[in-house]
Every structure is written in C-alpha cells, then in structure tokens.
C-alpha cells in the first residue's frame, strides 16, 4: 500500500517534465536564431566599422576609376 501512491505520482512528474521540457526547447528554438541573427549583424557591422565601409553603400557597385581620355 505504500507504493500506491508515490509511483504514479512519479511517473506523471517524469512525462509532464518531459513534456514541459520540449514545449521550453522548442519555443526558445526562435529566440536563439533571433540572437544568432542579432550577433552576426553585429560582427557584420563592426567589420565594415574596421574596413571604413559606410553602411549606406551596402547595394553600390564598387567604385571603378574611368579612363581618362
């Protein structure tokens, strides 16, 4: 009679831990492409900061001397 209760008890908190366990997995799944984009953005950034690139000339072609004639 003393096991009754508590091997229930203990097998539902180990499914519905398990359960709780992926639900957090999943969802934070998001959040950490979204940090990983936040950063590489910020790498990006700052290599251009280094190299003197201005961010608004992203798209530009690059910048070609004409001859002169």
Known sequence: MRRFLPIPLLAIGTVLGYGFAFHSMHHHRYERDAWERH???????ASRHVKGDSVKNDNAPPKTESPEP
């Not at 950063?39 to 950034?45: E, F, K, N, P, S």
């Open 39 to 45: 950063i590489a953005d910020v790498c990006v950034g």
